[in-house]
């Protein structure tokens, strides 16, 4: 059986943690921020932990990881 490849669009995004779960960066913050609160830029900071139906779709999409 052939290898298996990585979607690297997948792997740029999220993280595997040691346990398994994936983590990935909250959306709104690349551009458009002029507008928002310093507050709101630093909410945006914290890591997101995905939800398990959601997790076991993009771990297929990384098989090595």
Not at 24 to 52: F, P
Request: hydrophobic fraction near 30%; glycine fraction near 10%; charge should be positive.
């Amino acid at each position: 059986m052939p290898k298996l490849k990585t979607h690297k669009g997948t792997k740029a995004r999220v993280k595997i943690t040691g346990r398994g779960k994936v983590k990935a960066m909250r959306s709104g913050k690349r551009h458009l921020n002029y507008k928002k609160s310093g507050r709101k830029i630093r909410q945006g900071r914290n890591d997101l932990v995905v939800a398990k139906p959601e997790a076991e779709r993009i771990k297929a999409l990384l098989p090595y990881d």
